[in-house]
């Protein structure tokens, strides 16, 4: 495989990545006013700090979703902040997807032309790294290889951190040996849970994802905006028919199969409907596989919809979020599930896997109703979904405190704040 000296730039949108203090301030009404100006304060001690961040995609997945309302915000407190996203061929991001899997446990064989391939393009784009820079933040594992060609007289000077947005299986995993004296490279090493954090030579901090409460996605919805999305694609009122949703990318950890058998099992007693939704990202080539096998099973079931969306199809998710009856996560894997995030804050309650960063959201009957994964929660996500059907206000009770737990810990003022103090921290 031969990959072009230059590869294509992918550009940034400068007019999404732009704010004010004033911006910043209007996210008072949900965190209070206390962080607003702990926030400003700290921007002043960081102001002027040069801070990239790189990932491998612009749209499509919680990672651009959060950086998309990160940055500008960053930006308004002072720092010098630059976004760049890595480009490859195809047979990189097969191998990137493959070295995604096999951390969150599949089985397979390591593709050694892949791993050239991933070495070759880590090296191309290195000429996107700014060596200017006094911090350096690399998220996921597709650039994390970058850091293998960056010069020793500047690697002394830059702050380098790796950001895991996955659920990492350390147990048997022949990537992890790929991944481990890479990200020991780094200064420190960022990730979801305690439970993920393995046994590798690098410094590791929690910062659990947050929802940006005035993005596209998250912010308020009239009644006529939702209806209007469900004429659009056809689904009935959901005040007649029940909509149970699934708000995912289409990968195999999703859990969209278990999803479709606890509906079968539910639409025997109850008529409701399902719908399916998702898109497709840049740097994901399975997502079209997996959609189009989906759509051969969801012929087969009636009062299910599956829908494939662009990856701005912000209001529409938005909409159809705060339609919903019940909101669905049954992933098997799941590095912290920021659709449940999205769902709670839209006062629904979520019947999700007990897997991954879940149950860092939800307590299990208090705020949302937590399941086995896999085939062994098919039944359990069946009797979940009826009772919340059938006891429609205990159902208003579970998504009023879904919608406080996130206001409390998962908005993007708190991720900011844990962001911006590990890097003071770093640079003292």
């Known amino acids: 495989m031969a990959l072009p000296k230059e590869l294509p730039v992918e550009k940034e949108a400068s007019d999404f990545l732009s704010a004010t203090t004033e911006t910043l301030e209007a996210y008072a009404a949900f965190a209070g006013e206390e962080i607003i100006a702990d926030l400003l304060r700290l921007?002043?001690?960081?102001?002027?700090?040069?801070?990239?961040?790189?990932?491998?995609t612009r749209l499509g997945g919680g990672v651009a979703e959060m950086l998309r309302s990160l940055i500008p915000l960053e930006r308004a407190l002072g720092l010098d902040v630059s976004w760049e996203v890595i480009t490859g061929d195809l047979a990189f991001f097969n191998f990137t997807k493959q070295l995604h899997n096999f951390l969150q446990g599949r089985p397979g064989t390591i593709d050694i032309l892949g791993v050239k391939a991933y070495?070759?393009?880590?090296?191309?784009?290195?000429?996107?790294?700014?060596?200017?820079?006094d911090v350096v933040l690399i998220h996921d594992p597709q650039p994390a290889g970058l850091i293998a060609f960056v010069p020793p007289e500047v690697r002394r000077r830059q702050k380098w951190l790796w950001r895991c947005h996955i659920q990492i299986d350390k147990e048997g995993c022949l990537m992890v040996d790929f991944l481990k004296p890479l990200v020991e490279l780094y200064d420190a090493a960022i990730f979801s849970a305690m439970s993920y954090i393995p046994n590798w030579q690098v410094q590791s901090f929690i910062i659990l994802p947050y929802i940006d409460p005035l993005s596209e996605k998250n912010r308020e919805l009239s009644e006529t905006e939702i209806r209007q999305v469900l004429d659009k694609y056809g689904l009935a009122d959901p005040t007649q028919k029940p909509l149970i949703l699934l708000v995912s990318r289409f990968d195999l950890f999703k859990g969209h199969w278990y999803a479709l058998e606890a509906f079968k099992e539910v639409r025997r007693q109850k008529e409701c409907q399902l719908l399916f939704v998702g898109g497709t990202a840049s740097d994901d080539p399975e997502n079209e596989r997996i959609f189009a096998a989906l759509a051969e099973e969801v012929k087969k079931v009636p009062d299910v919809c599956l829908l494939n969306l662009p990856p701005d199809s912000h209001r529409e998710i938005n909409a159809l979020q705060r339609a919903a009856t019940v909101i669905l996560q049954p992933s098997t894997k799941?590095?912290?599930?920021?659709?449940?995030?999205?769902?709670?804050?839209?006062?629904?309650?979520?019947?999700?896997?007990?897997?991954?960063?879940?149950?860092?959201?939800?307590?299990?009957?208090?705020?949302?109703f937590l399941v086995a994964p896999g085939e062994a929660g098919i039944r359990e996500m069946a009797a979940r979904i009826l009772y919340l059907l059938e006891h429609p206000v205990q159902a208003q009770v579970m998504g009023r405190r879904a919608r406080e737990t996130v206001r409390e810990r998962f908005l993007i003022t708190r991720g900011l704040w844990d962001e911006l103090m590990l890097v003071k921290n770093l640079l003292r």
Not at 45 to 54: K, N, P, T, Y
Request: hydrophobic share 35%; glycine share 14%.
């Open 43 to 56: 921007g002043e001690e960081l102001r002027g700090v040069r801070f990239q961040q790189v990932n491998s």
């Open 119 to 133: 070495w070759e393009t880590n090296r191309a784009n290195y000429r996107l790294l700014d060596e200017r820079a």
């Open 334 to 368: 799941e590095g912290f599930g920021l659709t449940v995030t999205e769902g709670m804050w839209k006062e629904k309650p979520v019947v999700a896997t007990n897997v991954g960063g879940i149950p860092a959201q939800i307590a299990d009957g208090y705020n949302g």
